[in-house]
């Protein structure tokens, strides 16, 4: 068995972990920190769980591991992994924060990290040592484009997307109460976000001749739970059929992205590990849908997904998760 652990179990992307695992029939949780709720069970604040595990928050880890989670904020991975635990080695980590995701940052403490987007770098994965786990909206936009880019594409791309309320995590903030949320939505980051960075390492990296991508994003916070939605427009000459082929072929061997053949939505993903993409042409312009759960494809389930990898199990284990569908 593999025994993990998890540092910050106390949040969104923490407590959809501690949801997977305890289900995985080849994990056991070692334990689940968190310094503001050290000392209380994992079900006082994870209200779904009572009844499911009588695990309680500690304050710091062990080493006794086989792999660790750090699903923390940004900037406090590498301050987690500098003063706080030592880790032996051997022990295989996933971080979810954003420390580690571009080839300038990857290298930290004499560990290599690897981008861990599955679609992308499923062979290195399963080598890796320690994982860079993607970004939300990063995840959504690289599963709508990789075929397009590993085609020769060089074009503009003009993106919206909207993102549910736990995109945010769980920090309060004047955009993040009922009152602001309900009923509403905003643009924010136009054309900034930070998830354009690691976007467009990966684009240029599937690219014949490296094109560095040139995306125009301006992602939305929409007024529900969970859950992005992005639609990217660009001009090709590919037909439609035969751009839909080579999206099929591209993720043919990829069990958790998916092609429809029909218009998609949200509650299609909500709640699993997949993304489902939806391609459409009028008029010389393309446009590319994709819809993907943030906190597990875009998160919690893709870093299972790539701890199966990692321990050679089947990459789906664990992971045959029921839509919200109603």
Partial sequence: MIRAGIVGAAGYTGGELIRILLRHPEVNIAFAQSKSQA?????????????????????????????????????????????????????????????????????????????????LNRSEITNAQNIANPGCFATALQLSLLPLFANGFKGDVY???????????????????????????????????????????????????QIKPKINFIPWRGDFARGIFVSQQMHTDIALQDLVSIYKDYYKEHSFTTVSDHAIYLKQVVNTNKCIIQIEQEDGQTVIHAAIDNLLKGASGQAVQNMNLMFGLNETTGLHLKASYF
Avoid: M
């Fill in 159 to 209: 993106t919206t997307g909207i993102t549910g309320a736990t995109g945010a995590g769980q920090g309060l903030s004047p955009s993040s109460h009922f009152a602001w949320r309900a009923n509403n939505i905003q643009a924010y980051k136009s054309l900034t976000h930070q998830h354009l960075l690691e976007v467009g390492e990966s684009l240029s990296s599937v690219s014949p001749k």
């Fill in 39 to 119: 000392g209380k069970a994992v079900s006082s604040v994870h209200q779904d769980l009572l009844g499911e595990t009588d695990l309680k928050f500690s304050d710091d880890g062990s080493p006794d591991i086989d792999e660790l989670f750090l699903c923390v904020g940004h900037g406090d991975a590498k301050k987690f992994l500098e003063h706080i635990l030592p880790i032996h080695d051997s022990i295989r980590i996933i971080d979810l924060s954003q420390d580690f995701r571009l080839k300038a940052n990857s290298t930290f403490g004499g560990r290599k990290f690897v981008y861990g987007l599955p679609e």
